[in-house]
């Protein structure tokens, strides 16, 4: 079970600071029952070494702000002209000192920051093991989902709609629509994946805790609106949707995420504590651009495994990767799978493999590159940072997560049209 400290229980023992470092104590305290590459322990020191530092630079600026503000109070509680020009300049002298702490110590906490969110992927170099057996399907291709004479109805003018910024589908193709969204969801189920319906709007803060770097903010919407409530009211600093960190001090910032992404699922483990090993799945809106660029938004079904250990987690991403080519099989679409290159991975995946479109009913889309479907692991990188993790009498477990996007589905519609 994942059993990490939740924020209501961190509250209640006074231990939340919500503007204070990242929390690396598990790493520190269990340090020894990790198995970690000689890269990642040099990471982890230095990582260690920077929150001490912080954690100085803290303890120094509180001082001077305390004999700060003694000299303060004397200077407002005493006439001026009785004032000494000695207590005057030790008074300016310690203000300068609070101001060139505070810098000094945003210096540090930005070093640790970078430290924190440049910590290596653990890479497993475990042989591969699949026992898992395909299941059984009795729905055909996809011609079988389409209503009656689609083919000549998805070339109609009437199919695809577009209205200025408003695009939209109707009639056959909607019916189309939905009906590979049925498919999916049954596909899914049929594998035992328990589906979730994820949240699409998410704070700041709560982007950060799954472990999303903020150098990958610049493919995701953001919403920022004007709140009736101000900086200095309680109400507004004890609402959860608050944020205090943005620009403007009495806006409300949000995040357009969308289904299961791999991190929210992981963020999503830790509050709930599910058992492991788990196999959770959603199909729903993503908001990014589709593949012809005609909508920011699109129906996308993606899909997350998570285990306690390296060698489950490799089994996993074997099995999925066999289930993608089955359900790309199973709906007569010619896809090629690519492994994906180290340059070409993302920050927390160990490794990956992209499902590209080869078929060549779809000439007009292989100019370029097509990618249908993605499947990546990324052992425990993404648990480490938001702390899921299980604690029995000798060992520290993380999670360890298989992810990927089976199908976007507006995407292929704008294909087939």
């Given at each position: 079970?994942?059993?990490?400290?939740?924020?209501?229980?961190?509250?209640?023992?006074?231990?939340?600071?919500?503007?204070?470092?990242?929390?690396?104590?598990?790493?520190?305290?269990?340090?020894?029952?990790?198995?970690?590459?000689?890269?990642?322990?040099?990471?982890?020191?230095?990582?260690?070494?920077?929150?001490?530092?912080?954690?100085s630079l803290k303890?120094?600026?509180?001082?001077?702000?305390?004999?700060?503000?003694?000299?303060?109070?004397?200077?407002?509680?005493?006439?001026?002209?009785?004032?000494?020009?000695?207590?005057?300049?030790?008074?300016?002298?310690?203000?300068?000192?609070?101001?060139?702490?505070?810098?000094?110590?945003?210096?540090?906490?930005?070093?640790?920051?970078?430290?924190?969110?440049?910590?290596?992927?653990?890479?497993?170099?475990?042989?591969?093991?699949?026992?898992?057996?395909?299941?059984?399907?009795?729905?055909?291709?996809?011609?079988?989902?389409?209503?009656?004479?689609?083919?000549?109805?998805?070339?109609?003018?009437?199919?695809?709609?577009?209205?200025?910024?408003?695009?939209?589908?109707?009639?056959?193709?909607?019916?189309?629509?939905?009906?590979?969204?049925?498919?999916?969801n049954d596909f899914?189920?049929?594998?035992?994946?328990?589906?979730?319906?994820?949240?699409?709007?998410?704070?700041?803060?709560?982007?950060?805790?799954?472990?999303?770097?903020?150098?990958?903010?610049?493919?995701?919407?953001?919403?920022?609106?004007?709140?009736?409530?101000?900086?200095?009211?309680?109400?507004?600093?004890?609402?959860?949707?608050?944020?205090?960190?943005?620009?403007?001090?009495?806006?409300?910032?949000?995040?357009?995420?969308?289904?299961?992404?791999?991190?929210?699922?992981?963020?999503?483990?830790?509050?709930?504590?599910?058992?492991?090993?788990?196999?959770?799945?959603?199909?729903?809106?993503?908001?990014?651009?589709?593949?012809?660029?005609?909508?920011?938004?699109?129906?996308?079904?993606?899909?997350?495994?998570?285990?306690?250990?390296?060698?489950?987690?490799?089994?996993?991403?074997?099995?999925?990767?066999?289930?993608?080519?089955r359900f790309w099989?199973?709906?007569?679409?010619?896809?090629?799978?690519?492994?994906?290159?180290?340059?070409?991975?993302?920050?927390?995946?160990?490794?990956?493999?992209?499902?590209?479109?080869?078929?060549?009913?779809?000439?007009?889309?292989?100019?370029?590159?097509?990618?249908?479907?993605?499947?990546?692991?990324?052992?425990?990188?993404?648990?480490?940072?938001?702390?899921?993790?299980?604690?029995?009498?000798?060992?520290?477990?993380?999670?360890?997560?298989?992810?990927?996007?089976?199908?976007?589905?507006?995407?292929?519609?704008?294909?087939?049209?």
């Amino acid at each position: 079970m994942c059993n990490a400290p939740t924020r209501a229980v961190l509250e209640a023992k006074g231990e939340w600071l919500a503007d204070t470092v990242p929390d690396i104590t598990l790493i520190k305290h269990h340090s020894d029952k990790l198995t970690e590459s000689l890269i990642q322990r040099i990471h982890v020191n230095n990582l260690e070494d920077a929150d001490q530092m912080v954690e100085s630079l803290k303890e120094t600026l509180t001082e001077y702000e305390n004999n700060r503000d003694v000299y303060q109070n004397l200077l407002q509680a005493a006439k001026t002209p009785n004032i000494s020009s000695k207590s005057k300049l030790e008074y300016y002298e310690l203000k300068s000192a609070v101001k060139a702490a505070k810098s000094t110590l945003d210096a540090s906490y930005d070093e640790f920051i970078n430290l924190y969110n440049s910590m290596p992927n653990i890479i497993s170099n475990a042989q591969h093991s699949s026992n898992y057996k395909s299941a059984d399907s009795k729905i055909p291709g996809l011609d079988s989902l389409a209503p009656p004479a689609i083919p000549n109805s998805l070339k109609s003018d009437d199919a695809h709609q577009e209205n200025f910024n408003l695009n939209y589908v109707i009639g056959d193709k909607a019916l189309l629509e939905l009906n590979i969204c049925d498919f999916t969801n049954d596909f899914l189920e049929e594998y035992k994946f328990l589906p979730v319906a994820a949240t699409s709007f998410l704070r700041t803060e709560a982007l950060q805790q799954m472990g999303l770097m903020m150098n990958s903010f610049y493919d995701i919407y953001t919403l920022q609106t004007k709140s009736e409530l101000h900086a200095n009211d309680t109400r507004a600093l004890q609402s959860d949707n608050y944020t205090r960190k943005e620009k403007f001090e009495d806006s409300h910032v949000f995040h357009l995420q969308g289904v299961c992404e791999a991190l929210l699922v992981a963020m999503f483990i830790r509050t709930k504590c599910q058992a492991l090993p788990m196999q959770i799945y959603s199909l729903g809106s993503q908001y990014r651009m589709t593949h012809t660029g005609k909508s920011m938004q699109s129906k996308v079904a993606q899909f997350l495994n998570a285990s306690s250990t390296e060698t489950e987690a490799d089994s996993c991403y074997e099995y999925n990767i066999q289930m993608v080519d089955r359900f790309w099989s199973m709906l007569n679409i010619k896809a090629t799978k690519r492994l994906v290159p180290a340059y070409e991975l993302k920050q927390h995946e160990a490794a990956a493999v992209e499902f590209i479109l080869s078929d060549e009913r779809f000439q007009q889309n292989l100019k370029n590159i097509v990618v249908l479907s993605r499947v990546c692991i990324s052992y425990d990188f993404i648990s480490r940072r938001i702390m899921a993790y299980s604690i029995s009498s000798e060992d520290v477990s993380f999670c360890h997560f298989v992810s990927g996007e089976l199908i976007d589905v507006n995407s292929l519609l704008d294909m087939l049209a």
